[in-house]
């Protein structure tokens, strides 16, 4: 697979809540730095992070580049109210996701 379309299977997973799916598409020694700069190594960390039922996010918008492949959205987290929008570049290496760089862009209600 190519990285664009590791990102939108990524994508894809997440939308329908598929975790061990999703933690397949990551590298055993991925690392994932998330919109509040905390960084999580390997994918038990990351399978951690995900956990959360439901995520929700609109306004997908995945890049043509091919690497890194950036994916701008607003999402929420089923805990939180506010919508947030976020930068992400996903580097992907030997068909798998290295890494990835979250970037909170701004808050709303």
Not at 21 to 37: N, S, T
Not at 55 to 70: A, E, G, Q, T
Not at 73 to 80: E, L, S, Y
Not at 87 to 94: M, Y
Request: charged letters at 35%.
């Amino acid at each position: 697979m190519e990285p664009r379309q590791i990102v939108s299977r990524f994508f894809d997973c997440l939308d329908r809540g598929e975790l061990e799916p999703l933690i397949e598409l990551f590298a055993q020694d991925a690392v994932l730095v998330d919109e509040k700069g905390r960084r999580l190594e390997g994918r038990e960390r990351i399978r951690e992070y995900f956990q959360a039922p439901a995520w929700r996010f609109w306004n997908l918008h995945v890049s043509h580049s091919d690497n890194p492949v950036i994916a701008d959205f607003t999402w929420r987290m089923p805990d939180q109210e506010q919508r947030v929008k976020v930068h992400e570049s996903f580097f992907v290496e030997g068909g798998k996701i290295k890494s990835v760089e979250m970037k909170e862009i701004a808050r709303a209600a």
